[in-house]
């Protein structure tokens, strides 16, 4: 991802509407909001947005780049940047999947889930390149989580396919964002990170912060 500073001010303009646009869909849906209330939210005209994009699915589709860039680079990325042992790098990724879900439920009483899954789920059919870009994000996703699993069982010594566990790990990772959304309670989240934990050998792994002092 490019550093705002490196960016001409049109690209930065077009940064800005994007990330406005990505909190409007997440929070309300595609189908909800409508250009008119993206250009109110960035501050900017109508006309400043047609500028930059053809229409209100070209804006779609540039929010689902959007979502998946700041997903690696933020919390899949940054937790291997972070972190060398696979038990450290995936209990991070849970960690900042709750704390993030759960920052939103005291914040708005709600909590919406994964923005890449919820933008997929609404217009995957009606536009496929959001569903094609969905999945190049979550095979990057699988190939992390993918790792970790090699990496657990080479420190134990288990013989086994790591690519399967990888898969799991990713479902597992699907079905937290949507059992929390549906429920409105992240504690789920921290569930599907435990079991996640179990199911590579480290089950005694904390995820938050504070069971490290416990």
């Excluded at 800005?16 to 900017?44: M, P």
């Excluded at 990724?93 to 933008?119: F, M, S, W």
């Excluded at 396919?161 to 921290?190: C, V």
Aim: with cysteine; hydrophobic share 45%.
């Amino acid at each position: 991802m490019n550093s705002p500073a490196t960016l001409t001010k049109g690209e930065r303009t077009r940064a800005h509407i994007v990330a406005t646009a990505a909190n409007l869909f997440w929070r309300r849906n595609f189908h909800g909001v409508s250009v008119d209330e993206v250009a109110q939210a960035a501050k900017v005209n109508k006309a400043t947005v047609y500028r930059y994009f053809a229409d209100k699915n070209d804006i779609a589709l540039a929010v689902a780049r959007f979502n998946g860039e700041m997903s690696l680079d933020l919390v899949f990325a940054g937790s291997f940047a972070e972190f060398s042992a696979p038990q450290d790098r995936l209990a991070a990724i849970y960690r900042q999947a709750h704390c993030a879900h759960a920052q939103t439920a005291t914040e708005n009483g709600d909590i919406y889930g994964c923005p890449i899954v919820g933008l997929a789920l609404e217009l995957g059919q009606e536009i496929p390149k959001i569903r094609e870009e969905a999945n190049r994000i979550f095979a990057q996703v699988e190939e992390m989580l993918t790792r970790i699993a090699r990496d657990a069982y080479e420190l134990l010594g288990t013989k086994a396919d790591p690519a399967s566990l990888g898969r799991t790990l990713t479902q597992l990772l699907h079905g937290a964002f949507a059992s929390a959304r549906l429920a409105s309670d992240p504690q789920l989240i921290l569930d599907a990170g435990n079991a996640s934990l179990t199911l590579i050998g480290f089950p005694e792994t904390p995820i938050l912060e504070t069971e490290l002092t416990q």
